[in-house]
């Protein structure tokens, strides 16, 4: 069963999803392939990771793989009309609130609700980086090179692009 | 309440007077294209460091604010920056400086994509980048995780263990998680923190 206008899917899928997005892009990774993937079969598994990849390795916010999505779905249209629901609607939201709390946080409760959303956020994020690996790490090797990539990047400051490549290159070696 | 009361230290040379909506535009579409991997680093070395359009405190703020909303947190931070300098279309700008040039380059490489993402080579590269960003993903995890560790906070250890069971290998939907375990998060830490404080 396809909507209508896919358009239309495109804006009232991620502007909703925006909305629970509470912790950034990298949390909100299991939604989209939740939805892109299971429920519309917009894409495949593979060409989920792929879009993953190319959104890490490109310049710009990573939140920008809406937009690798929506031109799956729609081409050129899809593509700036997913990445505007996603963005514009939390974005005004976040404008107005400002607004409101013209002085900062005079109250304990913004901290408080920061507190006690940290650990879903980390769960969240825990999640993505599983439902990630289980379609792109099907080798020993994949599995290696994920693990010492999560090992050096969490001990070193090295910056995240070397990693990047360097997988790159491993790939393009044939060695994963 | 005296919370304009300004600070004993201030910077001598905060500036004076508010970018252009152009500079704003300029500005973020520049710290955009240097972040790869996330942009935050480079905002921060920008609008403190660069331009001293906001003191190390009021980003933080800023940024709490933008963190503890829903939605992409950059592109938020993006909106309200640029609106608290020049209203709201100066938070246009700076939107539109964050996004356009990066959207613009991923749609060229979403074409790309569909027009050669068969090609052997290009797969076995992506697959190797996908493993090694999957791999940068796990390294963010643990140094979150680092402090909750360290405080062997088991109500916020015991949360996480069930969103990411729920999410990650239930694969129940987002909103639904969220709606569950928000509120219940909320109250035990609200109750917890009245019982140490009391």
């Given amino acids: ?176 | 309440m005296s919370s304009d009361s300004a600070p004993a230290v201030q910077e001598p040379d905060f500036a004076p007077a508010p970018p252009g909506l152009l500079a704003l535009f300029l500005a973020f579409a520049k710290m955009s294209l240097a972040g790869f991997g996330g942009v935050l680093v480079f905002a921060r070395r920008a609008i403190v460091e660069q331009h001293r359009w906001m003191t190390a405190d009021e980003f933080n703020e800023t940024f709490a604010l933008c963190h503890f909303l829903p939605g992409p947190n950059i592109v938020n931070l993006s909106m309200v920056f640029g609106s608290r300098l020049r209203g709201i279309a100066g938070g246009v700008a700076a939107f539109a400086g964050l996004l356009l040039p990066p959207t613009l380059i991923m749609t060229v490489l979403a074409i790309a994509y569909a027009h050669f993402g068969d090609l052997d080579v290009l797969r076995r590269s992506l697959a190797g980048i996908s493993c090694a960003a999957v791999g940068l993903l796990i390294a963010v995890v643990i140094r979150m995780m680092t402090p909750l560790l360290k405080r062997k906070d088991p109500l916020a250890l015991s949360l996480m263990a069930v969103v990411f069971l729920a999410i990650g290998v239930l694969r129940l939907p987002l909103p639904a998680v969220l709606l569950a375990a928000t509120p219940l998060s909320i109250g035990a830490t609200f109750f917890l923190r009245r019982k140490v404080a009391a």
């Fill in chain 1, 1 to 176: 069963m396809k909507p209508e206008n896919p358009i239309w899917a495109l804006i009232s899928t991620f502007g909703l999803m925006s909305l629970f997005a509470v912790g950034g892009a990298a949390a909100a990774v299991p939604e989209m392939h939740r939805i892109a993937v299971e429920v519309h079969h917009w894409m495949t598994d593979k060409q989920f990771t792929d879009a993953y990849a190319i959104a890490q390795l490109s310049p710009g916010p990573n939140v920008l793989i809406v937009t690798l999505i929506g031109y799956a779905v729609a081409g050129i249209p899809g593509a700036l009309a997913a990445t505007l629901a996603m963005c514009l609607p939390t974005a005004l939201l976040a404008y107005y609130v400002s607004r409101l709390l013209n002085r900062p946080s005079q109250s304990r409760w913004p901290g408080l609700i920061q507190a006690a959303l940290v650990p879903l956020s980390i769960g969240l994020m825990a999640a993505s980086a599983l439902i990630l690996a289980q379609s792109t790490d099907r080798t020993i090797a994949a599995l290696l090179l994920t693990a010492v990539v999560a090992v050096v990047a969490s001990v070193s400051r090295i910056n995240p692009l070397w990693l990047l490549l360097a997988g790159g290159l491993f790939g393009f070696a044939g060695i994963v």
